[in-house]
């Protein structure tokens, strides 16, 4: 029973936070929104004591249930070894502990947070990884198959969505994590938790200490190994009837694999398994690979070319080279945004106005920047800020958006379509939604010369309309240079 309400709870909270990386429609956020806050590592960022707390006291009485019903990547782990197990029985065996690299994962870990060396961090984070996983490999998937659905039914519940791979740096990353981790669950079970990952390390410490645990009753066993066989953290040695507390994330399969009832989940453990795994710790370690992901940079890709209506060509907009990058209001300050975000591309994804996209930068690789090629920050939306789990963008309520200036518009003139061609363009004007636009003769001693926009900082709030709108070809005549620190109006 224990294990079947483990699993049912398990599969909630990865469907829930799936779907928060999946959907499109921005339904799903005001139902799971919750479960991303429930992560470890973003609560630690955000501040969110209670919910480290919680976490903590949850070890604390009943082991790591979190990693295997909480953690969205262990349970997608449990998942990968669950159809292994399925291809082959009784594949695991009890392994020593591998202290050592534990250890100093979690010390490269902790290095890399301290020195802002986000690109680490990122990569080890779980919630992070998972993340990434969905809304660089799935997401797309998904889409294309919706847009087949889109096109072979004239429903208006289903609708065509751009299907476009962002960054493809973030696709190959998190095209090895997946390959890495999902290889390693499927012949080892849950190696990447208990040897990488630095959640686990810590909530693994505090696990040893915990109320309840799985306990070997040595008159009742009878040394059949099925228990270790069916270990996918390999922390029991049926041998010497110890287990290993740091590694064991109750997930109660060997309980269920017991004919003879020896594997009990309670408060009480025998002496004999408390002196075993004592001195398990200082058991021999053999040497361990350390598999590191190559961090493939993005390549550029082929400006397509679009027909209008198959009189003339249009050229796809190229992005400007901003001596600032943009991040979104709410966000604060691009420090904020290196000190808290995990690249974890939930706020990438929830972006209705395609908007943000994963920076290709060496120092902000992963995290969000905003671009103006296929849409602009409408005034009127704030989903970002709401679904961020690790407060490095904080929420924002739309009349406060409107106060906040992530940048500033610049005017090229030598990009500019009254000065190219020599007529009037009132498109930057047009859609400016705060008035920071106004045109100008170009020739001040001439007022019948073509106008040009003129911009008033003091009411641009960088939202991108006037870079989105501008029909120059292939760099817009207006392009918004970024706010290192957000400026309030």
Same mark, same amino acid.
């Given at each position: 029973m224990l294990k079947i309400i483990r699993r049912v709870l398990a599969a909630i909270f990865l469907l829930g936070i799936t779907l928060l990386f999946l959907d499109f429609t921005g339904a799903s956020y005001a139902w799971f929104s919750w479960m991303a806050r429930l992560q470890f590592f973003p609560a630690v960022l955000s501040g969110s004591l209670v919910v480290v707390a919680a976490i903590i006291l949850l070890t604390l009485l009943f082991g790591r249930l979190y990693c295997s019903i909480i953690c969205p990547l262990g349970v997608w782990q449990d998942g990968i070894a669950l159809i292994g197990k399925k291809v082959r029985r009784n594949r695991y065996r009890w392994s020593p502990a591998k202290t050592c690299l534990r250890w100093a994962s979690l010390g490269l870990f902790i290095l890399a947070f301290i020195l802002g060396i986000s690109l680490v961090v990122c990569i080890l984070a779980p919630y992070s990884s998972y993340g990434r996983m969905?809304?660089?490999?799935?997401?797309?998937?998904?889409?294309?198959v919706n847009n087949l659905i889109a096109s072979a039914t004239d429903s208006s519940l289903v609708y065509h969505r751009d299907v476009w791979f962002k960054t493809g740096a973030v696709f190959f990353i998190s095209l090895g994590s997946l390959i890495l981790i999902g290889t390693l669950a499927w012949r080892n079970g849950r190696t990447w938790c208990n &040897? /990488?990952?630095?959640?686990? &390390? /810590?909530?693994g410490f505090l696990s040893r200490f915990s109320l309840l645990k799985i306990s070997i009753d040595t008159d009742k066993c009878v040394n059949c190994g099925l228990c270790a066989r069916n270990c996918k953290a390999g922390c029991i040695d049926f041998k010497n009837h110890a287990i290993d507390y740091s590694r064991c994330v109750a997930c109660m399969d060997c309980i269920g694999k017991c004919s003879t009832h020896a594997i009990s989940y309670g408060t009480v453990r025998p002496v004999k398994a408390r002196k075993a795994e004592s001195g398990s710790t200082d058991a021999g370690r053999r040497s361990f690979m350390t598999a590191t992901a190559v961090i493939a940079t993005a390549t550029a890709l082929e400006a397509k070319k679009k027909v209008d209506g198959g009189l003339a060509v249009i050229e796809d907009k190229k992005i400007p080279a901003r001596s600032c990058g943009i991040v979104p209001p709410g966000a604060e300050s691009i420090k904020n945004v290196s000190r808290h975000c995990t690249a974890c591309q939930l706020c990438i994804t929830a972006c209705p106005n395609q908007v943000l996209r994963p920076s290709a930068s060496v120092d902000s690789l992963m995290q969000p920047r905003s671009s103006f090629e296929r849409g602009?920050?409408?005034?009127?939306?704030?989903?970002?800020?709401?679904v961020c789990p690790t407060g490095a963008i904080r929420p924002i309520t739309p009349a406060e958006k409107t106060t906040i200036s992530v940048g500033h518009a610049v005017w090229i003139r030598d990009n500019c379509i009254p000065v190219t061609e020599g007529h009037n363009c009132t498109a930057c004007e047009r859609h400016c939604p705060t008035e920071a636009i106004t045109r100008v003769p170009l020739d001040p001693s001439d007022p019948q010369?073509?106008?040009?926009?003129?911009v008033d900082p003091s009411r641009c709030i960088g939202c991108g309309a006037c870079e989105y709108y501008c029909p120059a070809r292939p760099l817009a005549a207006m392009y918004i240079e970024g706010n290192s620190r957000h400026i309030t109006l």
């Amino acid at each position: 029973m224990l294990k079947i309400i483990r699993r049912v709870l398990a599969a909630i909270f990865l469907l829930g936070i799936t779907l928060l990386f999946l959907d499109f429609t921005g339904a799903s956020y005001a139902w799971f929104s919750w479960m991303a806050r429930l992560q470890f590592f973003p609560a630690v960022l955000s501040g969110s004591l209670v919910v480290v707390a919680a976490i903590i006291l949850l070890t604390l009485l009943f082991g790591r249930l979190y990693c295997s019903i909480i953690c969205p990547l262990g349970v997608w782990q449990d998942g990968i070894a669950l159809i292994g197990k399925k291809v082959r029985r009784n594949r695991y065996r009890w392994s020593p502990a591998k202290t050592c690299l534990r250890w100093a994962s979690l010390g490269l870990f902790i290095l890399a947070f301290i020195l802002g060396i986000s690109l680490v961090v990122c990569i080890l984070a779980p919630y992070s990884s998972y993340g990434r996983m969905v809304a660089s490999i799935l997401t797309p998937a998904v889409r294309y198959v919706n847009n087949l659905i889109a096109s072979a039914t004239d429903s208006s519940l289903v609708y065509h969505r751009d299907v476009w791979f962002k960054t493809g740096a973030v696709f190959f990353i998190s095209l090895g994590s997946l390959i890495l981790i999902g290889t390693l669950a499927w012949r080892n079970g849950r190696t990447w938790c208990n &040897t /990488v990952c630095p959640v686990g &390390t /810590v909530l693994g410490f505090l696990s040893r200490f915990s109320l309840l645990k799985i306990s070997i009753d040595t008159d009742k066993c009878v040394n059949c190994g099925l228990c270790a066989r069916n270990c996918k953290a390999g922390c029991i040695d049926f041998k010497n009837h110890a287990i290993d507390y740091s590694r064991c994330v109750a997930c109660m399969d060997c309980i269920g694999k017991c004919s003879t009832h020896a594997i009990s989940y309670g408060t009480v453990r025998p002496v004999k398994a408390r002196k075993a795994e004592s001195g398990s710790t200082d058991a021999g370690r053999r040497s361990f690979m350390t598999a590191t992901a190559v961090i493939a940079t993005a390549t550029a890709l082929e400006a397509k070319k679009k027909v209008d209506g198959g009189l003339a060509v249009i050229e796809d907009k190229k992005i400007p080279a901003r001596s600032c990058g943009i991040v979104p209001p709410g966000a604060e300050s691009i420090k904020n945004v290196s000190r808290h975000c995990t690249a974890c591309q939930l706020c990438i994804t929830a972006c209705p106005n395609q908007v943000l996209r994963p920076s290709a930068s060496v120092d902000s690789l992963m995290q969000p920047r905003s671009s103006f090629e296929r849409g602009y920050c409408r005034p009127e939306c704030t989903r970002c800020s709401h679904v961020c789990p690790t407060g490095a963008i904080r929420p924002i309520t739309p009349a406060e958006k409107t106060t906040i200036s992530v940048g500033h518009a610049v005017w090229i003139r030598d990009n500019c379509i009254p000065v190219t061609e020599g007529h009037n363009c009132t498109a930057c004007e047009r859609h400016c939604p705060t008035e920071a636009i106004t045109r100008v003769p170009l020739d001040p001693s001439d007022p019948q010369s073509v106008l040009v926009p003129v911009v008033d900082p003091s009411r641009c709030i960088g939202c991108g309309a006037c870079e989105y709108y501008c029909p120059a070809r292939p760099l817009a005549a207006m392009y918004i240079e970024g706010n290192s620190r957000h400026i309030t109006l």
